[in-house]
């Protein structure tokens, strides 16, 4: 059985971009005789300090944390036989993490989808997100990685640039099966469909009468 080793932000169930691009696919990759092992970067207490108002100490003292944590995960690599990465290996500052995963996997891939180019931070958790937006890693992670899978047309537009081992797989729904009738009673009241989690609601209200 090949072993597949994957690099998150969440344990498993609990971040919807992470459970439509990762999660989803982890009864079919076991079907394929692959065997995939979730290495998160953050547990339940961090994300609750995370979220929490004020606490700048706590939240400064996870990025050494989390950085202890990705130093010891590195040891797990050379077990596996693919390396995905879901973003990156560590947020802020460097590449190193990345780097260090290259050296080391038989063969590497990451996974993108479109927030991660969303910088506007998000109330309860915006000193994470303000960190990250000053030191992003983009495009120069890409170097570090065999193949890139991507969610959309635009993010494949993005990766275009910079690398051509990339793969479009649309996250939740694609629109190109899933799509509004073109019979539609003009009398009826419109309909909005949406998919998405508490922290992104955000951008469907301005089409909300």
Known sequence: MKKLLV????????????????????????????????????????????????????????????????????????????????????????????????????????????AYWMQEPLEYHSFIKYIESIFCKFPSILRYFDGVIVTNPYCASLIAPHSSSYIIIPDVYDTDRFSPSPHRNTDEKVRIGWSGSHSTFKYIKPYIP
């Not at 995960?73 to 390396?83: E, K, W």
């Open 7 to 114: 690099f998150a932000d969440h344990w498993m169930n609990y971040s919807p971009g992470q459970r439509y691009l990762i999660e989803a696919f982890w009864n079919s990759l076991k079907k394929a005789n692959i065997n995939p092992v979730l290495i998160p970067l953050r547990t339940p207490d961090d994300e609750h300090i995370i979220r929490s108002k004020g606490n700048l100490l706590k939240k400064s003292l996870l990025i050494f944390k989390w950085m202890n944590a990705r130093r010891l995960h590195l040891n797990l690599i050379t077990r596996n036989d693919v390396v995905m990465v879901y973003r990156y290996v560590y947020p802020f500052i460097t590449n190193w993490f990345e780097r260090a995963v290259k050296k080391r996997a038989k063969a590497t891939i990451l996974v993108i989808d479109e």
